[in-house]
């Protein structure tokens, strides 16, 4: 472990975080849900979106772009249909709602919908998946974002990173949890880089002019690239219009970014689709999901050292290891966590 972190539990850093959101005026419940959403985020491996989203959300709390007592209005359109009007609520808060909402539709009906328009940065996807996983049920969820990248052919950025994760449950475990953005890596990485003063791989970000880069500062001044060029620029167009245009919320350049504008609405939106996946295929799911899988882990690795996995057991085996031994981090941040909550 290096000199500059530290491990903590995961129920007394969950504990902390909670604390923090409670002092800065989120009702107990909320700063609850919100802090497990990032905890489990940073336990699975994806820490630029795990605790260090705590500090960040509080300082635009105090500025006024989160609301902490929202009123949120939810629209049944349909038995399988729902838009939640999230009020400016934390991410995670309305995340939480609009999961439960789908779950609870397709519970009832096989399969749902449910979008949520005037919302927040909704921190890592995965962990909303794998509650729908351990609930039985498969899911697909997304979220548009402030604007990070060009249309493919563009020279201005007009469209966000905007994540995708699709999720099947595996009743043996570890489950099925395909979590990515759409540019070659998240701005959340670009952003650590900076912070820790180190370069970034070339073919993550390219200048405001457009010229390839390994200065985390010049990358964020200009634009991420897209995964798979058009592919990955259409994919982030797709999740905005489920996100954003079909809940009724904003989309594209009406996303405003909270790093830029840290004391105004984002207005993200996010949507889930939740599906009874064994309901569908019926009593044989549980056998056929691990025969599926198997196949895959069972591949042989052209490098031996590093078999083959399938997406989202990495992330499963390190959010078993830390809650078993402790998240670690970096001291400083789990200080300023400590601090925010008096």
């Known amino acids: 472990m290096a000199a500059d972190t530290v491990t903590v539990a995961a129920d007394e850093l969950g504990a902390l975080a909670a604390a923090a959101f409670v002092h800065a005026g ?69 995340g939480l709602r609009g999961l439960a909402e789908a779950l609870e539709m397709a519970r009832q009906v096989g399969i749902a919908y449910a979008g949520i328009a005037e919302s927040n940065h909704v921190g890592p996807l995965a962990p909303y998946a794998l509650r729908a996983c351990e609930d039985g049920m498969a899911l697909i969820l997304g979220t548009n974002a402030s604007v990070t990248m060009p249309p493919w052919g563009g020279a201005a950025a007009r469209m966000g990173n905007n994540p995708l994760c699709i999720a099947l449950p595996n009743p043996g475990g570890p489950h099925f949890i395909l979590d990515m953005a759409m540019s070659v890596a998240a701005r959340g990485k670009i952003r650590r880089a900076l912070k820790e003063g180190a370069a970034i791989p070339e073919g993550w970000a390219v200048t405001r002019d457009g010229a390839p880069t390994t200065d985390p500062a010049a990358a964020l001044d200009g634009f991420l690239a897209p995964m798979g060029g058009h592919k990955g620029a259409g994919l982030a167009q797709a999740v905005d219009l489920l996100a954003g245009l079909l809940p009724g919320g904003a989309f594209l350049t009406a996303i405003s970014s909270w790093i830029e504008n840290p004391g105004a609405p984002p207005r993200t939106g996010h949507f889930f689709i939740a599906l009874d996946a064994m309901r569908l295929r019926g009593p044989d799911y549980g056998p056929a999901m691990q025969d599926f899988l198997e196949i895959i882990t069972a591949t042989p690795p052209a490098d031996p050292a590093r078999p083959v996995l399938y997406p989202g057991l990495p992330e499963q085996r390190r959010l078993a290891a830390a809650r078993a031994g402790g998240v670690t981090l970096p001291a400083a941040l789990l200080e300023e966590i400590r601090g925010l909550g008096g």
């Open 26 to 94: 989120v009702p107990e419940g909320d700063a609850r849900e919100t802090a497990e959403v990032l905890l489990v985020g940073e336990m699975m491996g994806i820490p630029t979106h795990g605790m260090i989203r705590v500090p960040e959300y509080i300082r635009r709390i105090g500025l006024g772009g989160i609301n902490c007592s929202p009123q949120m209005r939810i629209d049944r359109r349909a038995p399988a249909l729902a838009v939640i009007d999230a009020d400016n609520a934390l991410g995670p808060v309305a």
